[in-house]
């Protein structure tokens, strides 16, 4: 999305910015009440400040927030591996987001087909509030910038 202007969205810290999503997100919807905020966050990230769901419930801020669901630690996974450490304190188990997010009083839906995005993109837009949309990720699948700060080791014999 380099395009949009900023504005209109913003990137903090392209990867990484592991709890401080949920608390921009919560300041922006604050400041613009007439729009909704949609908030892309790692699991990790959300867990970070998960009861922050209550205050967005408290104070009737227009929140989407899609949770990119690991089960890891995303960036922090990719640099033990990418290091040869151990991820044992990186990775734990898929917490149900949306299960979190109707016990907090919002609308919350795990995606297990993106074909369905579209519909719920617009049963959203007619409704509005807040709500947490959990979509399960792999763990294996790394961003433009942790491909740039950590590239493929070379193999024995091979190229790098």
């Known amino acids: 999305m380099p395009s949009r202007p900023q504005e209109r969205f913003l990137t903090i810290r392209e990867f990484g ?3 401080n999503g949920i608390s921009f997100a919560m300041g922006v919807a604050a400041a613009r009440p007439d ?3 949609v908030l892309f966050d790692g699991d990790g990230s959300l867990l970070m400040h998960v009861q922050e769901l209550e205050t967005i419930r408290r104070h009737g801020l227009d929140i989407l927030i899609v949770v990119m669901n690991d089960g890891a630690y995303g960036s922090e996974i990719h640099k033990l591996r990418a290091t040869g450490m151990s991820e044992e304190g990186a990775v734990f188990e898929r917490t149900d987001f949306a299960a979190l997010a109707r016990g907090f009083g919002l609308g919350g839906e795990t995606v297990s087909d993106l074909s369905e995005l579209p519909e719920m993109v617009s049963r959203f837009a007619k ?8 979509i399960p990720v792999s763990d294996r ?3 433009s910038a942790m491909r740039g700060a950590y590239p493929p080791k070379a193999r024995e014999g091979t190229a790098s």
């Not at 409704?127 to 959990?134: C, E, I, N």
Request: glycine share 18%.
């Open 141 to 143: 699948v790394l961003s």
């Open 17 to 19: 910015a592991i709890g």
């Open 35 to 37: 729009s909704t905020v």
């Open 127 to 134: 409704t509005g509030g807040a709500a947490v949309w959990d």
